[in-house]
Each structure stands twice: as structure tokens, then as C-alpha cells.
RNA sequence: CGGGAUGUAGCGUAGCCCGGUUAUCGCGCCUGGUUUGGGACCAGGAGGUCGCAAGUUCGAAUCUUGCCAUCCCGACCA
């Protein structure tokens, strides 16, 4: 009634922005391309965080944190890097306001107070970070530095979207130093393999590992790896990247250490993050025309317990019932609330659960103390059916775990049916336009064709998967000969 | 940054073309009561710089100009 949702079939992006609106993740703000998170998204990100944070560190990572601002000399120090972020660089060019003379009450940028060197709003932190890192650098025996940072970073968007892209977003960046390529090389892959681990064991979205094309490369990258997802509509989400960096960085930090021959060589790096932006992932992969649905491993609420009763008198027998349930579950590590707020009623409340994704909800009335059951409800599958009541809280723990699972699983079948062949042009424009998802082509693997393919259909290279088979072909544009298939996409 | 649309209470809206008392309705909110197994009902009540700023006019939500914001579609990007 009061929370209309459009739905996927009417408007994909505006159901989208519904969910992500009505379903109390994010707000706009009142600074343009920001976005408010709310309290019921942030402590999605922060199930989010913890878990990645607690693979960083099982990993041998430590966390420390640099400074949002970047001098615009190191900025550029970079130069290919610099190049490709400066585009969308938010500048502090001044430190001071002061009182406008011509508008009594309001304020001006003080002139006086110009900035000697403007300061960049990192768009990422590389700079700043392999700036320190050349000062704790000197021997082998400092090496490796493995540093992840949780931070925000501003990149001035012209077009946002809630989650997916927004001029300040929240992500980890890790970067780190080495002694050799292959240890960095190394490094890449393992955060890679983090990444795709989080992604589809926690979040339910299945991934697909690859490596990416020159065009789509990040700026001062050597190789940039990336897991790449597909949404329901059919559009693919880069949904992490990890790079490996060579000695990129090093070479414009002047990085050197000495090896165990004492001799000097510039230090070899990686970067990676994963960001915000996989909130947008997780809604656009799971939820459906009734709103959000989490996977429960990361779900800010996995279980909700909602009594109906009638008349005061039947309430303290549902209370007591509830409460002991409650902390059953609680004992098992569930999240779980007791939602017995008498201000809505219970077909209200079952509406807006299953707005919000909680992925179990557990209806109790008079009816059901009688026959010692609850009325237990998946999001998932919205079946609904009475669960005995002995033994309920361990039916939960497996019952979270089944859910899990069979979102992944259908999130899987529906990624795997939209990877397509393509063996011709015309196949292709086709497929793109009727099937959209994934299509495995030949491409000549040269720059130019990938930019032309992109200006005739908006479809790009997604990725050359890892484990591709090598595989004859002739490119799909020019014919030419072509060795191996790579994934191509529209893409978010 | 280009094209299109929109902006009236927390949300959704009527009114605008054709200017004229106190700006419409629904949801939500507050008070009281009855209710509670799929978005309850009754009664009473509060809530508005009509996006902002100029202009035209005796008079502007309504007409004009400028600006701002948001959404959708492009270009750019994670």
C-alpha cells in the first residue's frame, strides 16, 4: 500500500532505485551524486567489512590509513595513472572562508587563503601511499609490505547511481610492496581469489575470475585481474579488481631496496579493492518484485519473529514463547529480532521483512502455541509452512545455510544460461540485443578492435577468463585469427 | 556535458493551459478508542517559504526569465 515497488519487468532502474530507496538502504543526500547510507545498508557494509576484513588479515595483512588529500605533485607523479584519474578529481585549491562584505551573514572563499599547492581528494591512494612507502623501504628485510586501508574516496561521476556508482564511495584498498615479480604476481592472484571466495560464498553471487584487456586495464597497471557479475537484466558489474603494478609505482616514488647481494632494484607492487558498489551487486543478482532479498550470511537481520495475537491477555504467552526462541537463536550466533512493536500490525510487518530481505520470518499466534509449532517463512522460495517448535532453533541454523546456498545456486543457473557463443558478427548484435549476459567470442586481441566493437553495439571485453581453453577461431569483426574466446558484455 | 521529464506537507498527488477568498485528496504522523493469522477501522488533530531567485501584475502555485536539484536516456567511468 504505502510502499509501491515498480517492477523489474516496468522499469529496471527504477525498481532498483526503489529497492534501494524503500528498502531503507540509502537516501539521496543534498550534495549531488552522495548518497546518505542508512543505517540498515551500513550495517549490511559492515557484515560486509568484518568478513573481508577477516580474510585480509587471515592473509597476512595489516590495516593502517592515509591521508584523503594527495598534493598534486605526487598525484602526478604517476603519470599514466595520473592521466586516468584526473578526469574526475575533486581539488582543494583553498583553506579558509570568511565573511562576503556584499552579502551580510554569508560566507566567500577567503583569496587570501589560496593554497601554495592544491590538494587532491584521492580518487585512490596509490600516490600518497607508495610516497611513504619509499621512506620504510631500504632492504629486503622490509619487504613484503602487505597494508589495506578502509576508506572513502571521491571520483567525480557525471552520471550516479545509489551503490553501483556515486561521486564518494566507501571501499578497501590494499597495496602492497615486494621483493620479486613473482611474489607480487603471486599476491594479485591470492587477492583475486579472496575476492571470488567473499563474493560467492557470502554474498551468493557467482563470479567469473579474468583477466583484463588493455582498454579496461586500471591506470599504471601492468595487469589488471577482475571478477565479473552478471545481473538479472542481463548487464554485467565488475565487481572487484586486483592489479598487479610492476614497478610502475616504484619507478615514480623512486622505491629501491637492497636484495641479499646488495644490490638495488625498484620494488614491485599490487593493489586491490573491492567497494560499496557490491551492495548494488548483491541487490541486482538476488532481489526480486517483493523487494530485497539477503543472503544470509551477510544479511544485517537473518531471522525476524513477528507474534499475532489477540487481545492483551494472549500476549505474555506469545511473549514468553518468543523470547525463548529468541535467545535460543542468539546462543547459535543468529541474528535475530523480536519485532513486537504494536504500532503495525502483522500482514504490515510481513510486508516490509520481506521488502527488506530478512531471509527467515517466524509467525507466531495462539493457534500455533496450541500445536507447539510457528509458522516459519523463507524469502527465498516464500514458502511458508508450521515448524515444530522442539528443536526449532538448530531447524533455523540448517535452514540459513539451505537458503544460502539455493540463492547461489539460482544466481549460478542464471549466470550460466546467459553465457552465450557468438560465432559471427550478426550472431553477435543478436545475441547482445535479444539475450544480453555473457558472449564468448574471438576477438583479434588487438585495442582497435575492441574500441570499435564497443562504439557499434556498447558492449565491452569483460574478460579473458582464467581458465579459458585456448580455441581457434577468426575474430567476430575483422576475421582475423584469433586463438582463444573472450567475454564480452553491456555492462554497469 | 548533451537530450527528455519532474519539482506543491515525511511520501504519493489535484490545482497550472484560462492568475482572484482559507491550496485538493490519499498514505504516513499525533491523541483517544476498537483491533491484530498478509500492508486494520472509527473519531478528533497537527503539519505548507507551492524547488530557489528575480520579473510582469492591484493580485502569482498558476505567466516570463535565470538558477538549483532529482530521475530517465546518451557520452565518461568502478
Redesign the pocket.
Same mark, same amino acid.
Given at each position: 500500500?504505502?510502499? $509501491? !515497488?515498480t517492477s523489474r519487468a516496468e522499469?529496471?532502474?527504477?525498481w532498483?532505485?526503489d529497492l534501494v530507496l524503500k528498502g531503507g538502504l540509502a537516501d539521496?543526500?543534498?550534495?549531488? =551524486?552522495?548518497m546518505v547510507i542508512k543505517p540498515y545498508g551500513y550495517a549490511l557494509w559492515e557484515n560486509m567489512r568484518d568478513q573481508l576484513d577477516k580474510m585480509f588479515k587471515e592473509t597476512g595483512h595489516v590495516n593502517a590509513y592515509f591521508p584523503l588529500f594527495v598534493p598534486k605533485s605526487l598525484f602526478e607523479a604517476e603519470e599514466k595513472n595520473a592521466e586516468?584519474?584526473a578526469?574526475?578529481c575533486a581539488v582543494v585549491t583553498h583553506y579558509r572562508l570568511k565573511n562576503d562584505p556584499s552579502r551580510p551573514g554569508k560566507l566567500m572563499v577567503d583569496p587570501d587563503a589560496k593554497l601554495e599547492e592544491e590538494l587532491i581528494v584521492r580518487?585512490t591512494s596509490e600516490a600518497i601511499i607508495w610516497n611513504t612507502y619509499r621512506d620504510w623501504i631500504q632492504s629486503y628485510r622490509d619487504l613484503p609490505i602487505l597494508i589495506n586501508q578502509w576508506a572513502n574516496?571521491v571520483?567525480w561521476?557525471?552520471?550516479?547511481? !545509489?551503490?553501483?556508482?556515486?561521486? $564518494?564511495?566507501l571501499?578497501q584498498e590494499g597495496h602492497t610492496a615486494h621483493a620479486t615479480k613473482e611474489e607480487a604476481v603471486e599476491e594479485t592472484l591470492k587477492m583475486l581469489n579472496v575476492y571470488s571466495t567473499f563474493v560467492e560464498e557470502y554474498m551468493a553471487v557467482p563470479v567469473i575470475k579474468g583477466i583484463k584487456t588493455a582498454n $579496461?586495464r586500471?591506470?599504471g597497471a601492468e595487469d589488471t585481474y577482475?571478477i565479473e557479475a552478471l545481473m538479472q537484466d542481463g548487464k554485467a558489474?565488475?565487481a572487484g579488481?586486483s592489479h598487479f603494478l610492476g614497478q610502475n609505482f616504484a619507478k615514480a616514488f623512486d622505491v629501491k631496496f637492497s636484495d641479499k647481494n646488495n644490490t638495488l632494484d625498484y620494488v614491485w607492487a599490487t593493489s586491490w =579493492?573491492v567497494?560499496?558498489?557490491l551492495i548494488g551487486a548483491l541487490i541486482m543478482a538476488h532481489s526480486d518484485d517483493?523487494?530485497l532479498i539477503m543472503p544470509p550470511k551477510i544479511a544485517p537481520l537473518q531471522v525476524v519473529i513477528v507474534?499475532?495475537?489477540? =487481545?492483551?491477555e494472549s500476549?505474555p504467552l506469545i511473549d514468553a514463547k518468543a523470547k525463548a526462541i529468541l535467545d535460543e537463536l542468539k546462543t547459535l550466533g543468529i541474528r535475530v529480532k523480536y519485532d513486537d512493536n504494536?504500532?503495525?500490525?502483522?500482514?504490515?510487518?510481513?510486508? *516490509?521483512h *520481506?521488502?527488506k530481505g530478512v531471509p527467515v520470518?517466524i509467525?507466531?499466534?495462539?493457534?500455533?502455541? $496450541?500445536n507447539n509449532v510457528? *509458522?516459519l517463512?523463507r524469502r527465498d522460495t516464500?514458502e511458508?509452512k508450521?515448524v515444530s517448535m522442539d528443536g526449532l532453533a538448530g531447524y533455523i541454523k540448517e535452514l540459513l545455510e539451505e537458503i544460502q546456498q539455493n540463492i547461489y545456486n539460482r544466481a549460478l543457473s542464471f549466470r550460466n544460461e546467459n553465457i552465450r557463443e557468438a560465432n559471427g558478427w550478426e550472431e553477435f548484435v543478436q545475441l547482445l540485443d535479444e539475450k544480453g549476459g555473457f558472449i564468448a567470442a574471438h576477438w583479434d586481441g588487438t585495442p582497435d578492435t575492441e574500441e570499435k566493437i564497443?562504439?557499434l553495439t556498447?558492449a565491452t571485453i569483460r574478460c579473458i577468463p582464467l581458465d579459458n581453453k585456448p580455441e581457434d577461431g577468426k575474430c567476430i569483426l575483422t576475421g582475423k585469427n584469433s586463438t582463444q574466446r573472450v567475454l564480452f558484455a553491456r555492462?554497469?
Open positions: 500500500m504505502s510502499k $509501491e !515497488l522499469n529496471y532502474s527504477q532498483y532505485n539521496y543526500s543534498a550534495v549531488k =551524486g552522495c586516468g584519474f578526469k574526475e580518487p574516496v571520483r561521476e557525471m552520471r550516479t547511481r !545509489l551503490f553501483l556508482r556515486t561521486a $564518494e564511495f571501499w $579496461e586500471f591506470a577482475c558489474l565488475q579488481t =579493492g567497494s560499496t558498489r517483493q523487494g507474534p499475532i495475537y489477540k =487481545g492483551e500476549k504494536d504500532n503495525a500490525r502483522p500482514g504490515w510487518k510481513f510486508a *516490509e *520481506e521488502l520470518r509467525a507466531m499466534g495462539l493457534r500455533d502455541m $496450541e510457528v *509458522e517463512a516464500k511458508k508450521p564497443k562504439e556498447k555492462a554497469y
